[in-house]
């Protein structure tokens, strides 16, 4: 906020004479010139040297004194309170400044280009003293005022509009720097999305983002804050398509991202191509070779009814697994197979092992390897302790009645 004085200056319109200089009319019509005494005029060259020497206090006495006597000047009047204005802004006091210049402006006196970069100026003192209501109007004052507005100025009252909770206009606001500028930074493309997230326009902030990115596209940031947004709005179609394409271009770097976007493939159905994203991650070395992540390709083969594919990942998990519980889904997959006797093999280990969620699931899905093993004493073993679990009961002494209706026919 720090500004030279804009005392002895030229003003656009606007000119300092002193009285008795024979060439004042070559600088400005006598009309838009105000004049001021000779004594006055050395005054304000004395509170000039006193800027210049930092003397910042006297200055502003003598500018106060001298106030009072231009009362009937209202051009001098408005351009020593500009100066008034500019000595408080170079200390940031920037409420006393705000004031000084809205006094300049209540003069009228200010040239037309003049009053455009007061109002302006008034607008980054009221945004600088944390008074956004009022910056706001000063800031919409000097736009309304300004044809081709520079895209700084326009973000400032973007901001002010933000914090004001006018997220709409603010992003109406952003879009205009960015139109008025050759060459936008990237920060305002990031101030632009964010502020049609705050305004709850999930569509324009997706725009803004995908921009972003073509201004940006090494940058996973805004990948993933686009995916974010798809998300937000109920797109997955357009967020999933996100995470492919960033795959395709190398910028899923780490086991969790990967992971990520296996899941996301589920989520849409497609579990052949996410167990093959897997397959092939978990191969190269890509996605670790752990009991989870061997566990997820499991399931997704499953899911695409592959379980030739899923035991053969399923054995390799319950290597890596503690407790039971890997081996079941083993059992239970070799079950679907109708391959018995692997099914009781991983069943019996599941077990023995111990630690299952549902451990009367397993004994009941154990009895029937046994009975199709034509273990039936062995089956009703197991049936007889899967009743111990209730979700399971019914059905494990649904399975004994049958045993016992088959008992005639065995002891023949």
Known sequence: ?????????????LAWTEPGDPHAHHHAEPAAAPTVPPETYREFQAIESLVAQSAYAEAERRIQALLPGLK?????????LRNLANLHGMQQHYAPAAEALRRALDTQAL???????AWLELGQYEFAAERYGPAAQALSAWLERTPAPAPEPCLLLAETQAKLGRYAEAARLAELAIARSPQPKPEWYQFRAA???AAHDLGACARALSALIDHEPGDPRYWNQLIGVYQEAGQEGEALAVRQLMYKLGMLKSSTDI?????????RGLHSRAAELLQEEIGRGGVEADAAHLGLLAESWTQAHELRKAAAVLERAAVLADGGEVRYRLGQTYSELRDWPKARQALELAVARGGLKHPGGARLLLGMAYYRLD???LARAAFAEARAEPGFRATA???????DRDAPHDSH
């Open 259 to 267: 992971v990520q976007l296996a899941q996301a493939l589920r989520h």
């Open 397 to 403: 002494e649904q399975w004994l009645k049958h045993l």
């Open 195 to 197: 502020l049609y997230h």
């Open 72 to 80: 009937d000047n209202p051009a001098a009047l408005a351009l020593l």
């Open 111 to 117: 040239a037309p280009a003049e009053t455009t970069q």
């Open 1 to 13: 906020m720090r500004r030279a004085l804009l005392l002895l200056a030229l003003v656009p319109g």
């Open 375 to 377: 273990r039936k004493d």
